[in-house]
């Protein structure tokens, strides 16, 4: 299943994207999907919606450098175990929604396509092997990131929290083995990442345990399975996308902040 959030204008509301492309429509469900999904026999062409972020996270956890490849072009070994950040619940927005490049505070924002996992149940220390019973599914993420603040700050905090640095969606993918999925980040048209989640030097259920070790995860709360290699600048009036086999394509274009 399609999980989206959206807006009609009179309210926000979960439901399930169905139908072919140019015939798809949104099924309202009630309450939160979390649960056993319900549908209200509400119904609406997805060309008449407003698709949002497709949860509200408590937190995102992000994980640097796991694809060998973009370890390499940003200078970096590999480390021996996943390297965890954060970024902040306000960094979340939606497909189609705009990044806001802070131009009087970074001379360079970079795009990070990433596949991202979404939790489904409160979990603390999950095994490797009951992972797949947490995960509600996946979706795409941007980690936008001042790539200049991030290197002179050392630490990522600062250059990975900005407002609208963490663009999640268009949707939540429900029913899919994420295991060997191809991922491909353009600007303008131009592809500028292609990789697959083989390529994970830590995969997804070693990061899930990894990180639910450390934290209790909620559920809506996501994980930044990391980038491949590729990442790059972008620039105001840009438009960015990143596709996911099996998910779909988030998009946003970039303007200025200030």
């Known amino acids: 299943m399609r999980i989206a959030r959206f807006s009609t204008g009179d309210g926000v509301s979960f439901g399930v994207v169905e139908g072919g492309p140019g015939e798809e429509f949104v099924s309202t469900v009630a309450g939160h999907p979390f649960n056993q999904v319900q549908f209200t026999g509400e119904r609406h062409p997805l060309s008449q919606v407003k698709l949002l972020a497709p949860m509200l996270p408590s937190k995102v956890v992000a994980i640097g450098r796991n694809y060998a490849e973009h370890a390499a072009e940003m200078g970096n070994e590999v ?7 954060m970024k902040p619940s306000t960094s979340v ?4 929604e705009q990044i806001a490049y802070p131009v009087h505070l970074s001379d360079r924002v970079d795009y990070e396509g990433e596949l991202a996992v979404v939790i489904g149940r409160l979990c603390r220390e999950v095994p490797v092997e009951r992972v797949k ?4 599914g996946y979706t795409c993420a941007n980690d ?10 050392v630490q990522f905090t600062r250059a990975k929290s900005f407002d609208t640095f963490c663009p999640l969606g268009p949707w939540i993918q429900t ?13 303008n048209g131009e592809v500028r990442q292609s990789g697959r989640t083989t ?4 995969d997804i259920p070693a990061l899930v345990a990894y990180v639910s070790a450390v ?16 990442v790059g600048p972008l620039q105001v009036g840009d438009e960015v996308s990143v596709g996911i086999e099996g998910i779909g394509t988030l998009t946003n274009k970039v303007v200025s902040r200030d």
């Open 144 to 153: 936008v990131t001042a790539r200049d603040l991030q290197k002179k700050d």
């Open 133 to 136: 019973d947490v995960i509600f």
């Open 79 to 85: 480390p021996e175990e996943p390297l965890i950040f």
């Open 175 to 187: 029913d899919l083995d994420a295991s060997d999925l191809a991922l491909t980040t353009t600007v």
């Open 215 to 230: 934290m209790t995860l909620i559920p809506g709360d996501v994980i930044l399975t990391g980038t491949p290699a590729g």
């Open 199 to 202: 390529q994970l030097i830590h």
């Open 93 to 96: 927005i939606g497909h189609g």
